[in-house]
């Protein structure tokens, strides 16, 4: 099975600019995260889907960020405007049931650069 | 507050020997993860600990979990340079998520 897939692997952009990530789940996996790990910190949950609805958006740092998820298929998360501090690799994962019994699977992640 | 501290942030060991990675967390869970990050690729699940005292091995690898302490090691015998990697331990507090230590990269020395 083809696993937790993320566009683009790299993005550098500029201050001010927009970047959208995207993310293809596994097949059949209503569960979708996005996470982030900020240089040399922790991986921190940024927000959880069920199918195409948010579950918990707790860990979105500000407005600037907003996830989609249209037909509970893939996810996109857009930047904008971006701003330095958004500099990190964005993971997605996603898992077919709910915490239990269900181990999450992740993507490479994209590391997002902004000047 | 959630939180799981890990620590060493670095570990730099030569071949062979053995040691010690230590993850702490704040508040009761039962669900523990290890995950390997290898440079540019995804975390590969290592572990999962779902009771205290749980103790799970594979290869040079050991994972183990005391809840009562609030506290997992993942142990590595007699190093070898294909362990290099970064690790992460995650602790699922019953909210549907995870909460991640800062990672430990683990460099091994011929």
């Known amino acids: 099975e083809a696993g937790v897939t993320q566009f683009p692997s790299h993005s550098v952009i500029e201050k001010g600019q927009t970047v959208t990530l995207r993310c293809d789940p596994i097949?059949?996996?209503?569960?979708l995260y996005w996470y982030r790990r900020v240089m040399g910190k922790e991986i921190k949950f940024l927000l959880h889907?069920?199918?195409?609805?948010?579950?918990?958006e707790s860990g979105m740092p500000n407005n600037r960020f907003l996830a989609e998820r249209t037909g509970g298929t893939y996810s996109t998360l857009k930047v904008q405007p971006a701003e330095l501090e958004d500099s990190g690799v964005y993971f997605c994962?996603?898992?077919?049931?709910?915490?239990?019994?269900?181990?999450?699977?992740f993507g490479n992640g994209t590391r997002l650069t902004v000047t | 507050e959630l939180k799981v501290e890990q620590n060493p942030l670095f570990l730099s060991m030569q071949e062979g020997k053995n040691y010690t990675i230590y993850c702490n967390y704040s508040?009761?869970?039962?669900?523990l993860y290890w995950y390997r990050q290898d440079p540019g690729k995804s975390l590969e699940s290592l572990f999962v600990?779902?009771?205290?005292?749980a103790v799970k091995q594979e290869g040079r690898l050991m994972a183990s979990l005391d809840t009562k302490a609030r506290l997992s090691t993942l142990h590595i015998t007699a190093a070898v340079h294909d362990l290099s990697a970064t690790y992460f331990c995650?602790?699922?507090?019953?909210?549907?998520?995870?909460?991640f230590g800062t990672g430990t990269r683990l460099t091994i020395i011929p």
């Open positions: 097949s059949g996996h209503d569960n």
């Open positions: 994962a996603s898992s077919q049931g709910s915490r239990v019994n269900s181990p999450l699977h």
């Open positions: 508040t009761t869970s039962d669900r």
């Open positions: 600990l779902l009771s205290n005292g």
């Open positions: 889907f069920v199918k195409e609805s948010k579950q918990d």
């Open positions: 995650a602790v699922d507090f019953g909210n549907e998520k995870l909460t």
